[in-house]
């Protein structure tokens, strides 16, 4: 948007990443946002801030992205009676996928509350086609102002094709990375971990990611040291940078059971040209041709992860074969100046 000469205006908590959008040209307009529960006080004054920065800021278009910017956003937008505004669902996350009495509570609240304020929205995006189904059926929205989008997209000159390099058998490295939460499977591969690491000693299990405490699914710091004490599990800590770590991995390891939309660390292996090991849910199952770039397992269900990465062990060369795969795919169905031309398209720029 910047290289097409738009005044681009971001509202979100200041954090460390604020000051990198203001060196691209972004300003910034700090807003608090309680994300760990739905204390009323706070999100009025959530929906109140944002009438005031609406009312304020000549907009040609307004997107929302994630559940309290999308609903409260999409509710002052409505007060100004806006037109303009994008919705984007990045998954169904954990107020969909928790079962507890409370969560269901707050689920049908939140189903609501989308009900009542999506329909001011000119397109709502999902990043997978299976959520988009969801809100469909559930009288949410109308699939006439739907759009999928396959993720966010994944820029393929940043992540670079850099190919698998040969190992003798039994040599590999496997990665999982992103925020460690139990619902996107660590523990599984954890396990898969213990059990294979005793026969294969020169296979490679590596955690990558930081531990999410807003989340009630975060794994504690106490099980990752744990795991390290009994050295079948190495932790590499967070970073900025992921690619240096796709690169020196094999195998790129998500075994979620969360409600994703896509998940960006797939994407960012596949166009690296890493094979994939990931479960049959929605947004994980579309970054996979079975077979051809990764395998597909049941969520939850360590047999058939202990099998999978057994399989990618004892076969270096489908490895290479399924990365070449990945990056191809990844061209094809994630590049992100497509998905960016999508978004252009409802902003009319």
């Not at 303009?84 to 609501?112: A, D, E, M, R």
């Not at 469909?136 to 006439?144: A, L």
């Not at 744990?226 to 932790?235: D, P």
């Not at 990365?323 to 978004?343: H, M, P, Q, T």
Request: with cysteine; charged share 25%.
């Amino acid at each position: 948007m910047i290289n097409r000469n738009i005044n681009v205006i971001a509202v979100t908590p200041k954090d460390d990443y604020t000051d990198l959008l203001k060196k691209i040209g972004v300003n910034h307009i700090d807003i608090k946002i309680n994300r760990k529960g739905m204390n009323p006080i706070t999100d009025i004054i959530l929906f109140l801030n944002l009438i005031k920065i609406y009312h304020c800021q000549n907009a040609i278009c307004i997107q929302h992205y994630t559940i309290k910017p999308v609903i409260y956003g999409s509710l002052a937008a409505k007060v100004l009676h806006f037109k303009n505004v994008i919705n984007v669902i990045p998954g169904l996350g954990y107020v969909f996928g928790n079962k507890s009495n409370h969560q269901k509570i707050i689920k049908i609240l939140v189903k609501c509350l989308y009900r009542h304020t999506l329909g001011v929205s000119k397109v709502c995006m999902f990043q997978n086609p299976s959520d988009r189904d969801y809100f469909v059926k559930s009288k949410i929205i109308q699939i006439s102002k739907t759009e999928v989008t396959y993720g966010s997209g994944v820029d393929l000159n940043y992540f670079d094709f850099n190919k698998c390099v040969e190992k003798e058998y039994g040599h590999c490295t496997f990665l999982l990375f992103g925020r460690l939460l139990r619902d996107k499977g660590v523990l599984e591969y954890v396990e898969s971990a213990r059990i294979l690491k005793r026969k294969y000693p020169n296979a490679i299990f590596n955690i990558l990611g930081f531990i999410d405490d807003g989340n009630p699914e975060a794994i504690l710091f106490n099980e990752i040291e744990k795991w390290k004490k009994e050295k079948y599990i190495n932790y590499l800590g967070n970073t900025d940078d992921v690619r240096p770590y796709i690169i020196n991995s094999d195998v790129i390891v998500l075994p979620s059971y969360y409600n994703e939309g896509v998940p960006k660390s797939l994407i960012e292996a596949l166009s690296i040209g890493r094979p994939l090991i990931t479960t049959d849910r929605p947004g994980c199952r579309e970054v996979i041709n079975d077979g051809k770039n990764g395998i597909i397992i049941q969520p939850k269900n360590v047999e058939q992860l202990v099998n999978a990465i057994e399989y990618m062990i004892q076969n270096p060369d489908e490895r290479i074969r399924m990365g070449i795969e990945s990056r191809l795919y990844a061209e094809i169905k994630f590049d992100v100046n497509k998905v960016n031309e999508i978004f252009f398209k409802y902003m009319n720029i």
